[in-house]
């Protein structure tokens, strides 16, 4: 059921047949792992197929508690002061998670998230701001398992010097994003936030990428402010 779970989460909206195929199930039974997943409003049928539900909203908010409090009104600010969405991700294994979200309500078309979706860290501009400020060892090993390894590794080293990552047209068709990482004390990336615009307002992701770092420095000082607490 949890294969189920992450198989929606990476490829909603999605059918029951294709649930079936990804994960070599009877599709009988991915129907009724299905159905009790959207009896718990884990998932939920839109016209498309299967999408992530609410319930996974609290699970998220539990698996980082403080990083979501500190997070959370930054993102409400940036997406209020840009009219853009603006959300966080974590790292989880190989895979950038979704764990808040505020969505921008200036513009009728805007993009949004599923909380608790993910992807590739090698994908878009949240996956590859984390990949950038991870230890050596570990960004090496993902890259020389990427289908292109070399324009990766390019694109790290800009993100790195920048100190943001932008992507077009990765995650969503249509959709501009750049990113930020939050920092630990040690200079390595958990996590990061972004902003995601229709294509049609990429320019707009550009006039905010200060305003989306200031937002960045300020969520890693309280995050420090918040560990310095609890060690002493």
């Known amino acids: ?15 029951a047949s294709e649930v079936s195929r990804l994960n070599g199930i009877n599709r009988t039974v991915a ?43 930054e993102l409400v600010a940036l997406a209020s002061e840009t009219g853009e969405t603006a ?7 190989r895979d950038a998670v979704v764990v808040a979200q505020a969505l921008g309500t200036r513009h009728l078309v805007r993009v949004a998230h599923e909380v608790g979706s993910r992807h590739a860290l090698t994908l878009g501009a949240s996956g590859r701001v984390l990949l950038a400020f991870r230890p050596r060892q570990e960004l090496e090993a993902i890259v020389r398992t990427a289908a292109h390894p070399e324009v990766l590794r390019r694109e790290l080293a800009e993100a790195a010097a920048l ?70």
């Open 1 to 15: 059921m949890l294969a189920v779970l992450e198989t929606v989460a990476a490829c909603g909206p999605t059918s």
């Open 31 to 73: 129907h009724r792992l299905l159905r009790t997943l959207r009896e718990r409003a884990y998932v939920r049928l839109v016209p498309g197929g299967y999408v992530v539900g609410p319930a996974v909203l609290p699970l998220a908010r539990a698996v980082e508690p403080d990083l979501v409090a500190v997070v959370t009104p």
């Open 87 to 93: 959300v966080a991700h974590v790292i989880d294994g």
């Open 163 to 232: 100190g943001y990552a932008v992507s077009h047209d990765e995650l969503q068709a249509g959709a501009h994003g750049v990113a930020a990482p939050l920092r630990g004390g040690d200079g390595f990336a958990q996590a990061s936030i972004a902003l995601v615009v229709p294509t049609a307002r990429t320019s707009a992701a550009t006039e905010h990428t200060e305003r989306l770092l200031i937002a960045a420095a300020r969520i890693e000082e309280r995050l420090l402010g918040h560990l310095d607490r609890d060690a002493s």
